[in-house]
């Protein structure tokens, strides 16, 4: 699966941005998809998981309740809605998708969007 990510910018400390994911090439409600993000010289990190119904979810306890992901299978679309930005938000956000749940939150899932800068100024 083909994936296109969107919806990144330059945003004050506590203001709020959503980010889409467009997917094409397979058959979208089969894969988990995700938000990973990587920041100046820090490591890839997982953000966020939902499941391929929409049912499940995760996030990582840094996000958890200022990050909500959701997706649309009709359009083939997942958003990663932020809220309450803060400065150490600031990173290129990456989706992902994968048949595997785990994989996405272990960053080791196949399918891999170009990237959304998301920058967070105080």
């Known amino acids: 699966v083909q994936l296109q990510a969107s919806g990144g910018g330059l945003v004050l400390a506590g203001g709020s941005l959503r980010l889409s994911c467009a997917a094409s090439?397979?058959?979208?409600?089969?894969?988990?998809m995700g938000w990973l993000r990587q920041a100046p010289g820090k490591e890839r990190e997982f953000v966020a998981v939902?499941?391929?119904?929409?049912?499940?979810?995760s996030y990582a306890d840094s996000v958890k309740g200022r990050f909500t992901i959701s997706r649309d299978n009709a359009k083939n679309t997942v958003y990663l809605e932020m809220y309450s930005l803060k400065p150490e938000d600031t990173a290129v956000y990456y989706c992902?998708?994968?048949?595997?749940?785990?994989?996405?939150?272990?960053?080791?899932?196949?399918?891999w969007g170009q990237g959304t800068q998301v920058t967070v100024s105080s």
């Open positions: 090439g397979g058959t979208f409600s089969n894969y988990a």
């Open positions: 992902a998708g994968d048949l595997g749940y785990n994989r996405i939150i272990r960053g080791t899932a196949l399918n």
């Open positions: 939902i499941g391929g119904r929409g049912v499940t979810t």
